[in-house]
């Protein structure tokens, strides 16, 4: 199985930071990699497919990068409504597999 | 778009079996799959079903107790959980997969005695 690391963990950041959380895959994944942004009670959001493609409806501030084993979610400039807990995804090979979650909140 | 039913408490041992509704979208065109969420722990995927019914795939710590189908006639995804654990206490999603574009609210699935 391909084992999805992410760090941090947690962060702690304020209304206009740059934020990036990085996912590092135990093996090759190419482009399969998507993040997901989730808030308490609701289900997942999509924010970043194959990698580096935004999701049609979400702000620009977030951008996806990356290719491999080592992948990056940037957030350019923290709202109000981005603090919430971020997952990694990839879909390879099966099984697929997210990574532990980064919280984000407000410092 | 994507409405689960289904959820509830059962005794471990049990069964359930979560249905997933579609509407508003080309059900029958969408490879589709069930992703599940234990009380404060993190997404963990369960079981993939292509648009045809032809590759299936499922996770270890299911395998042999879920079985994942769909009916492309009523636009519907199901997830017959049997033998259930308490391990399986989560809530469960169902969402358009690997694309990962549409996701239902999620039924709450509790196994306990």
């Known amino acids: 199985d391909i084992q999805m690391t992410q760090s941090p963990s947690s962060v702690s950041a304020s209304v206009g930071d740059r934020v990036t959380i990085s996912c590092r895959a135990s093996q090759d994944i190419t482009r399969w990699l998507a993040w997901y942004q989730q808030k308490p009670g609701e289900a997942p959001k999509i924010l970043i497919y194959a990698a580096s493609d935004l999701q049609s409806g979400v702000p620009s501030r977030f951008s996806g990068s990356g290719y491999g084993t080592d992948f990056t979610l940037t957030i350019s400039s923290l709202q109000p409504e981005d603090f919430a807990t971020y997952f990694c995804q990839q879909a390879s090979s099966f099984p697929y597999t997210f990574g532990q979650g980064t919280k984000l909140d407000i410092k | 778009q994507l409405l689960e039913s289904g959820g509830d408490l059962v005794q471990p041992g049990g069964s359930l079996r979560l249905s997933c509704a579609a509407s508003g979208i080309p059900f029958n065109s969408y490879n589709m799959g069930w992703v599940r969420q234990a009380p404060g722990k993190g997404l963990d995927w369960v079981s993939y079903?292509?648009?045809?019914?032809?590759?299936?795939h499922y996770a270890d710590s299911v395998r042999g107790r879920f079985t994942i189908s769909r009916n492309n006639a009523q636009n519907s995804l199901y997830l017959q959980m049997n033998n259930l654990r308490a391990e399986d206490t989560a809530v469960y999603y169902c969402a358009r997969l690997p694309r990962g574009d549409i996701w239902g609210k999620g039924a709450a699935v509790t196994v306990s005695s």
């Open positions: 079903i292509d648009s045809s019914s032809t590759t299936i």
